[in-house]
């Protein structure tokens, strides 16, 4: 099938696939930089957060979705510290009290914000445009330091953070395995693909965002085929066939849907119940 397929031109891939190195970063606040990705329904923020950095509680109305990529942050929701570890993801609902506050070392994180955040988007088009935003200076009384909060409790933590590795795997087909996560808005699907793959076209109606964690595939989407690396993120959006293709080496995926995928949760569900 994707031998038929004819091969994205660099002008149709930059409309579909964002190379996050390319990617203007901005400033959010002293000691966090992000690299923004909008789609439709959610807007994907990748952020470097620096040591010692101490965020200023604030709400909005969107649900915010955390996956640890490196180092260790502190997530404070609603006066509870909850720690947040490389391969971990906490979801923060709309409307909580929250911040971030990091130790000695800095951190990577994936930040899915459902629905989509057009402010952040407009500071996306004016890092585009060479536009610096303002930096408003954190106040020292912003924020207590960390000892000022409590740490929530073993099971308090159990149900807000999960540990991906600890998810069991659902096959989706042979090759093919996921560890799911639900949130309210959203589903995310950590997907290990085995080597030599090629799935059949199918479509759904949900958003689905492609984040390739580690090696290579490709996107077949209305006859064309995309090459998706490591670093890149694919935005596909809900109703048009699609299928995916992996050649020599194996790869690691987190795709993000868009409205929550309830069949996904009724495959984790099952698997659950399996385990048990």
Excluded: W
């Excluded at 031109?9 to 959010?28: F, N, Q």
């Excluded at 912003?142 to 929530?152: C, L, T």
């Excluded at 042979?174 to 290990?192: D, E, K, Q, R």
Aim: proline share 8%; hydrophobic share 40%.
């Amino acid at each position: 099938m994707a031998d038929e397929l004819v091969r994205a031109t660099d002008e149709e891939k930059s409309a579909l696939i964002t190379r996050l190195g390319e990617v203007p970063e901005v400033d959010l606040m002293p000691g966090v930089k992000t690299r923004i990705v909008p789609a439709k329904n959610m807007t994907l923020s990748f952020a470097h957060v620096g040591p010692n950095v101490i965020g200023t509680p604030h709400s909005h109305d969107y649900e915010q979705v955390i996956v640890g990529l490196s180092g260790k942050i502190d997530i404070l929701v609603d006066g509870l510290l909850y720690a947040v570890n490389a391969g971990e993801v906490i979801v923060v609902p709309g409307g909580a009290e929250h911040a971030g506050l990091t130790g000695d070392e800095d951190c990577h994180v994936v930040e899915i914000f459902s629905p989509a955040r057009r402010d952040l988007e407009e500071k996306l088009a004016a890092a585009v445009a060479g536009v610096a935003p303002a930096v408003v200076p954190r106040s020292p009384d912003d924020a207590e330091p960390e000892n000022g909060y409590p740490r929530a409790s073993e099971e308090e933590r159990s149900a807000m953070v999960t540990r991906i590795e600890d998810v069991p795997m659902v096959e989706l087909r042979p090759g093919s395995n996921t560890a799911i996560v639900p949130a309210s808005n959203i589903t995310l699907s950590f997907l290990h693909l085995s080597p030599g793959l090629e799935a059949k076209p199918h479509s759904h109606p949900h958003e689905q965002v492609v984040v390739l964690l580690k090696g290579e595939m490709e996107i077949a989407l209305e006859g064309k085929l995309y090459t998706v690396a490591a670093g890149e993120v694919g935005v596909l959006p809900g109703g048009i066939p699609h299928s995916g293709v992996t050649r020599a080496v194996e790869c690691d995926v987190l795709d993000v849907f868009s409205p929550a995928r309830k069949d996904f949760e009724e495959k984790l569900a099952d698997a659950k119940a399996q385990q048990r």
